[in-house]
């Protein structure tokens, strides 16, 4: 099974088992990893399915009614039973307290790894594309920059072809007044004669 089906709340139950010297009572777990719920009662509630029962049947209605197994059918934790002593304000009770597995501690080892592919692979994949929206916009404004270069193109080409057919009618302007010279120096020359 990959650990990338556990829940939230049992990576949290098993972080908590992991990190604790000793086996922890449901009570225990709940003082470990409650810090998002309003009361310790809400959350032990909450926790019989992530944990499981000791019950088969139990533990198995509950995989069925919740969609998944429970740490306890996965082999992650180990339920066994503690004797409490007595003190003045309680009386001497049995209770259940759960330890993490080689299993499970094996299954946090590769939901951390997971987790650093799994980030390592968006982050590659934000990577990507920030790249193609630089790439992207390196394009749009070599787009610009072309239509700019070549609008910049066209008015000196204007420009050019404009110097072009103002130097055109100053000489045809000149040929003209040299051709008109000309005549008025022949009609001089012959009005002499």
Known sequence: MSTTS????????????????????????????????P???????????????????????AQVRCGYPSLLTLGYVRAKEQVVEPTKDS???????YEITA?????????????????KAEADELAAKEQAKEEREAARQAK?????????????????????????????EQARLAKEKAKIAAAKAVSKK
């Not at 009386?91 to 307290?97: K, S």
């Not at 299993?103 to 987790?115: D, F, H, P, R």
Request: proline letters at 4%; glycine letters at 4%.
């Open 144 to 172: 610009v920059e072309e239509k700019a270069a070549a609008k910049a193109a066209r008015e000196e080409a204007a420009k050019i072809r404009q110097q072009e057919k103002a130097a055109e009618a100053k000489e045809k």
């Open 6 to 37: 556990l829940r939230t709340a049992q990576i949290r139950i098993l972080n908590a088992l992991n990190d604790s010297k000793h086996p922890l009572s449901k009570a225990g777990i709940c003082e470990a990893v409650a810090s998002d719920f």
């Open 103 to 119: 299993s499970g501690k094996q299954a946090l080892t590769n939901y951390a790894k997971e987790q650093v592919a799994t980030e």
């Open 91 to 97: 009386p001497g009770v049995r209770e259940y307290v």
């Open 39 to 61: 009361t310790a009662a809400k959350f032990q509630a909450w926790m019989a399915d992530p944990i499981g029962s000791r019950d088969p049947a139990t533990s198995k209605a």
